[in-house]
């Protein structure tokens, strides 16, 4: 479904089992908001965006200011056009529609099952400390999916060998306790949450948003701009 899309990175795990989802680059331009210092032309992509993706039969996209927490919007009524709702971190979409969540330098989660049940999950420290991906999981399984037919898609995001963290932070990530400043590597942290809950199907990206800065905006870099990743979910079949 990329005809009419911004630039972006395909996500094939996701594709296997009939899920479309994509991670823009920092060809597309930024896809921030006022109160992460983008303007009104960030505004103009994401209305850009959201008529691409009803050009191709999905005319909902929902979308969070993200809090670096751990709340999980489960969308199960359908709406018009593209929302925005305050204050969440992940999207579960049981009836159809596109769910996006922006990152810079945070790790963000798509993730999909056959029946069209799709989660879109910003993970930052905070998140990953606090469980976002294992209460996004639970949102699906509680509607009756098994984790073992998910997939999960770690899009990119900082590499463990460019970020590092304070000794409270590592502790927080890793149970570890340390006097030193140590390097992280969320994507793996978050992988092994997956699995706990049962995943048996998980991909990740190679990119890193420090070391592919050329194509990708990064905080730690010094960008501003952010990344959107998008998955679209499908209305169950009655029947």
């Known amino acids: 479904m990329s005809a ?34 983008d303007d009104a032309e960030a505004t103009a992509r ?5 008529r691409a993706l009803a050009a191709q039969g999905t005319p909902r996209l929902a979308s969070a200011r993200q809090v670096h927490g751990t709340r999980v919007l ?11 709702i305050d204050g969440a971190d992940a999207h579960v979409l049981s009836a159809g529609g596109a769910a996006a969540v922006t990152i810079a330098d945070c790790v963000p ?29 639970r949102a699906m399984m509680a509607l009756g999916l098994a984790a073992a037919e998910m997939v999960v898609h770690l899009g990119p ?6 970020y590092e963290v304070g000794p409270e932070v590592y502790e927080r990530l890793t149970g570890w306790p340390t006097r030193h400043p140590r390097h ?3 994507r793996a942290l978050l992988a092994e949450q997956a699995k706990e809950l049962g995943v048996r199907r998980w991909t990740a990206s190679a990119e890193c948003t420090r070391c592919d800065n050329d194509q990708l905006f990064s905080h730690r870099a010094g960008d501003a701009g952010r990344q959107v990743a998008v998955i679209v979910g499908r209305a169950p079949t009655v029947g």
């Open 184 to 186: 992280v590597d969320l």
């Open 74 to 84: 489960v969308h199960r009524d359908q709406w018009d056009g593209w929302v925005r």
């Open 4 to 37: 009419g899309l911004p630039p972006h990175l395909p996500v094939p795990s996701l594709a296997d089992i009939g899920i479309a989802a994509f991670i823009t680059t920092r060809a597309a331009g930024s896809f921030g908001f006022p109160e992460q210092g």
């Open 46 to 50: 994401w209305h850009a965006l959201q």
């Open 157 to 162: 995001s900082i590499c463990g060998r460019c």
């Open 109 to 137: 989660v798509l993730v999909g099952h056959p029946s069209g049940v799709v989660a879109a999950v910003h993970a930052g420290w905070r998140g990953v400390a606090g469980g976002i991906l294992p209460e996004a999981l």
